[in-house]
């Protein structure tokens, strides 16, 4: 997301006249796109990589720490008066949902393979915005997940409770932690309202010896009629109950682009995409709390998921909570509601298909469609689309657009894609695919081309870890583009359902099998251990994808363990990173989630209650801060990232 322009955003009962219009013309939009876009060819592999930071308070003198609300200047000043600064550094400061947020991407994207240039620019994006924070007394961590986010005292600001959060409506979450600009809060209080119940988020609880039976901060209030009595019905005895947008759009992931060099391949690259999402969600596991406990999984998707679940009681098949309120039904302008199985934040729903191995029986689950939309798009002057992709646009179609603004209902469809990205935007996937613009014709080398965005993965605290994230997958991308014509990556897509939920569960790294090829030059699937999924000979993602996209850069002779000798710095440095991600695939190193679970169960405070208290947090964050600098007078990075990683790092070797 790049910097917000200004407008009037709509509140739900005015933009919801509109949802009609936006869709009708943002079908038309991309039309336009695709007639202007579709025979681009041979564009290069640029790519870059999104890294969310949290703005963190951590007090020394009262051993406590906390999200910082009030830092949101920095962001203003990166990309105003710093902003000379940071273009020399190729770095480019975005806001993000929370106010204690800030997202980084290089200004530029990187093309081709960049290997350490990938962390040295992470470095650089880091080191600015955290030079800018300390002369404020405040630290930027890139944790996945804030683990006392919704506890009493969790902001730096004392005084949070005294105006009424009339956006969330969250027993929890003050509408200050939303980003000042007013589309974030009108996008909250258009979900609710849509929804007509607050959002609601229940994670498994982790179980301990002293767990309560249910989370009891499940509290009544008496500011919002009827919000404030849903607690009580909508918590599970056993969970953590959440209830406010921010819980999930405040944490924070790693996301990576890449273009392809036709729409052909685009689809293909999206398509073959598809199931490393749920597998690379749980390879980078870090989430392991919520809102002050211990959760019993590791994974932040299903909390974003819920908690912009706009989906009326009739669209999600369920009662509503207080049917004698909130109109019974919630509020959508569609004259006929469908049913919907998933929010609109979940995994990829239909491949796109458009090459040769695939075949429509792979799309094998229930995923409604917008009937017009297929219309259209497939019969129409301006380019007739074929049955595949338009069904994975007519399934983003049936979503209604969140915010209007205003200023921005009349567009030009020939030179605005507003009303297709309003609905592309909030259609958030564990991938994405994204059309160029109208101005995407062929030769227009200044304007993007096909991309495709992987979405599912964790942040980690380190620059080193993300950057080893970031080229692993960079690795499998260049080898799927570069033998597209042999590789099939299909398997069903209810198989990739189930792994999605698999994903989530406790250290299911090294306890859960998933579901994955027996073979990419066949259909065959099986289920599979991480050991199997990452180093199997004949379907491992290290000698399927990593030793041979190596082996045909001429990088490696054989294996990319052949790296640890190499004379070169940054073939050496690549061992690491693919060790790193080797080692926590296959149970050697903790993963994040493992690493901050047993730290708590440890804590010489923790009382086996499941609880994170404010000095476990403390201690917690004081420890995270000291990994991210590569400090391991503790030895905690050793301990964090295997002692051969650390000894790298640290210079020791
Ligand atoms: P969004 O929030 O919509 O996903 P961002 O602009 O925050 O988009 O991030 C997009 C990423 O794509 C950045 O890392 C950027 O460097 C990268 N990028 C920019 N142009 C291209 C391109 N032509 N091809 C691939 N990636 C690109
Ligand atoms: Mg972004
Ligand atoms: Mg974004
Ligand atoms: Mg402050
Ligand atoms: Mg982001
Ligand atoms: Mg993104």
Not at 14 to 28: A, D
Not at 223 to 240: N, R
Not at 274 to 281: I, S, T
Not at 376 to 396: V, W
Request: charge should be negative; hydrophobic fraction near 35%; aromatic fraction near 12%.
């Amino acid at each position: 997301m790049g910097l917000l322009s200004l407008g009037t955003p709509l509140e739900w009962h005015e933009s919801s006249q509109y949802s009609e219009h936006v869709r009708k013309n943002g079908i038309e939009q991309l039309l336009y796109v695709f007639r202007a876009a579709n025979a681009r060819k041979e564009d290069p592999l640029l790519w870059g990589d999104e890294v969310e930071y949290m703005i963190c308070v951590i007090d020394d003198a009262r051993r406590n720490a906390v999200l910082a609300i009030d830092d949101d200047e920095v962001l203003l000043e990166l990309n105003t008066e710093d902003k000379g600064m940071c273009d020399a550094h190729n770095a480019s400061f975005h806001p993000e949902y929370g106010r204690f947020m800030i997202e980084a991407t290089p200004a530029e994207p990187y093309r081709g393979f960049v290997n350490q240039y990938v962390e040295e620019n992470m470095a650089q994006r880091r080191a600015l915005a955290e030079g800018k924070l300390r002369e404020r007394g405040a630290d930027l961590l890139s944790l996945a997940v804030f683990p006392r986010m919704g506890c009493p005292g969790f902001t730096d600001v004392p005084q949070v409770w005294s105006s009424h959060n009339a956006a969330s409506r969250s027993l929890y979450l003050p509408d200050q932690v939303i980003n000042r600009h007013a589309r974030f809060p009108t996008l909250t209080a258009n979900i609710r309202t849509r929804r007509g119940e607050k959002v609601c988020i229940n994670v498994p609880m982790y179980q301990d010896e002293k767990t309560p039976k249910g989370d009891d901060t499940v509290v009544e209030r008496d500011w919002f009629t009827p919000e404030d009595q849903e607690a009580v019905l909508a918590s599970k005895p056993g969970h953590i109950y959440m209830d406010g947008m921010g819980f999930g759009m405040g944490s924070s992931c790693l996301q990576l682009t890449f273009q392809a060099p036709n729409v052909d391949k685009a689809r293909y690259l999206y398509d073959s995409l598809v199931n490393f999402a749920p597998v690379l969600l749980a390879a980078t596991a870090a989430s392991p709390a919520f809102k002050g406990w211990l959760a019993d999984q590791d994974v932040r998707w299903d909390v974003i998921s819920a908690s912009v679940d706009d989906r009326t009681p009739y669209e999600r098949s369920e009662e509503p909570l207080l049917p004698k309120y909130n109109n019974g039904h919630g509020y959508t302008s569609k004259a006929h509601p469908q049913r919907i199985p998933k929010s609109r934040y979940s995994a990829v729903d239909l491949y796109l298909g458009g090459n040769p191995f695939f075949d429509r029986k792979y799309n094998d689950t229930n995923v409604p469609l917008n009937e017009s939309a297929l219309e259209k798009l497939q019969t129409n002057h301006l380019f007739p689309m074929d049955y595949d992709l338009a069904r994975h646009f007519s399934h983003l179609f049936i979503r209604d657009p969140l915010v209007v603004f205003q200023e921005r209902v009349d567009q030009d469809n020939q030179n605005s894609t507003d009303h297709f990205e309003n609905i592309q935007s909030t259609n958030w996937q564990t991938l994405r695919f994204k059309p160029p613009t109208q101005a995407a014709i062929p030769g227009n080398n200044s304007t993007p081309g096909w991309r495709v965005e992987f979405r599912p993965m964790e942040i980690h605290v380190t620059d080193f870890e993300n950057a080893a994230y970031s080229n692993f997958l960079f690795l499998i991308v260049e080898c799927l583009l570069k033998f597209s014509n042999e590789i099939n990556a299909y398997l069903p897509m209810s198989q990739v359902w189930q792994n999605m939920q698999t994903a989530h569960r406790r250290d299911a790294v090294v306890l859960e099998k998933f579901h994955w090829k027996k073979s990419f030059t066949n259909e065959a699937t099986g289920e599979y251990s991480f050991a199997e999924i990452f180093q199997n000979s004949g379907f491992g993602i290290f000698p399927q994808f990593i030793d041979r996209i190596l082996k045909h850069k001429n990088i490696v002779a054989s294996s990319w363990t052949d790296l640890q000798n190499s004379s070169d710095a940054g073939q050496k440095r690549l061992y690491y990173y693919l060790k790193l991600v080797f080692d926590r695939a296959t149970g050697v190193l903790p993963t994040t989630a493992n690493f901050l679970r047993e730290y708590i169960t440890h804590h010489p405070s923790y009382q086996k209650d499941s609880r994170l208290s404010s000095e476990i947090n403390y201690d917690l964050l004081k420890m995270m801060s000291r990994i991210t600098h590569l400090d391991d007078s503790k030895g905690e990075l050793s301990k964090f990232l295997g002692k051969e990683i650390a000894d790298f790092l640290a210079n020791r070797i």
